[in-house]
């Protein structure tokens, strides 16, 4: 059972437009959620992330949204760069030590 | 963000053999760190927590005898892939959590691991 789902596998956007990327999950327990960039052959970079007792977070051209209620989150990336062409994978954590719950990632191209 | 790296980056081996590979939190301690495996094309997928001072806690479906982890120190941890095969050719990547701060892993770099 897959309880941090990125629905997308892939996505293409302009330069400059904006990306907006989706994650869903399922457990209510999850109270920190995270997204990081990777890159091929390098370990996953983190991005930016949002507690959950906020809805949105804000970090340069980064924000990401969090929907409690529909438990979703999104990563919203404006103006979009052709660097920024990476899989991107949303996280959750239920705080304590236990490893985070990472979704499939989605494949973002920034077309020139 | 905190620094962690991994060593070696890449490395080629024969059927057979043993590889170690290393995971060190640089500038904070790690009492856990995690092992992941990414295949081509997939998600990462967990392999163990690794916890500092005692036994690693593994993933349903991975064998801890083939691939054992210590957790030395607070900054250390090593993965050994144990007489090697290729089906274990893959990219093991590491990641530790900084206490200092909330719940946010930083990953190392990877290691590309080729057996032959």
């Known amino acids: 059972d897959q309880q941090v789902k990125q629905n997308s596998p892939s996505l293409s956007v302009q330069e400059g437009r904006i990306s907006i990327l989706n994650c869903d999950y399922t457990?209510?327990?999850?109270?920190?959620f995270l997204w990081y960039k990777k890159y091929p052959a390098e370990g996953p970079t983190f991005l930016i992330s949002?507690?959950?007792?906020?809805d949105k977070n804000e970090d340069g051209r980064f924000t990401v949204f969090l929907n409690k209620s529909a438990k979703h989150l999104s990563l919203h990336i404006v103006p979009s760069q052709p660097g920024d062409s990476a899989v991107y994978f949303c996280?959750?954590?239920?705080?304590?030590?236990?490893?985070?719950?990472f979704g499939k990632g989605t494949r973002l191209s920034v077309i020139a | 963000g905190a620094v962690v790296s991994q060593h070696p980056s890449r490395v080629i081996c024969k059927s057979g053999t043993s590889v170690k590979i290393e995971c060190r939190s640089l500038?904070?301690?790690?009492?856990?760190m995690f092992w992941y495996r990414q295949f081509p094309k997939q998600s990462l997928m967990l392999m163990a927590t690794?916890?500092?001072?005692?036994?690693?806690?593994?993933e349903q479906g991975v064998e801890k005898d083939k691939f054992l982890i210590n957790h030395a120190s607070l900054t250390l941890s090593t993965l050994t892939v144990t007489s090697a095969h290729p089906e274990d050719s893959s990219f093991y990547i590491c990641?530790?959590?900084?206490?200092?701060?909330?719940?946010?892993?930083?990953f190392g770099p990877g290691t590309r691991l080729l057996v032959l």
């Open positions: 990641s530790a959590r900084d206490p200092r701060g909330p719940e946010t892993q930083y």
């Open positions: 457990n209510s327990m999850f109270d920190y």
């Open positions: 949002i507690s959950s007792i906020k």
């Open positions: 996280a959750a954590s239920d705080s304590g030590n236990t490893p985070l719950v």
């Open positions: 500038d904070f301690q790690a009492t856990t």
């Open positions: 690794s916890n500092e001072g005692s036994k690693a806690t593994y």
